[in-house]
């Protein structure tokens, strides 16, 4: 927990995201309904990553990036990559 704190008092995202599958699982009721890996890819959106970016840091293809973005949009009711960036520094989770 304290690798995770650190990295989102630096705003480092990116690290934050490399590291989440190494450490325990989080209680984080503000990531509400999203899985463990939209979350992930939620908080490289907000890092201003693209899919090609997401896709290549996470070791999955484009299109599952897209998809994981389409059911976090859904999920949250957002309409856009912005929303969700919005929405993910609004909630800490980045």
Excluded: C, W
């Excluded at 690290?15 to 190494?22: A, D, H, I, P, Y």
């Excluded at 293809?61 to 912005?82: G, M, P, Q, W």
């Amino acid at each position: 927990n304290a690798a995770r704190q650190t990295f989102r008092q630096l705003g480092a995202a990116v690290e934050l995201s490399r590291t989440e599958g190494f450490l325990p699982k989080e209680a984080n009721p503000a990531s509400g309904p999203l899985t463990g890996r939209e979350l992930q890819v939620l908080r490289l959106v907000a890092a201003g990553m693209t899919n090609r970016g997401i896709a290549g840091k996470l070791h999955i293809s484009e299109k599952t990036v897209a998809r994981h973005l389409s059911n976090i949009f859904t999920k949250l009711d957002l309409y856009s990559r912005t929303a969700a960036a919005a929405y993910a520094y609004e909630h800490n989770l980045v």
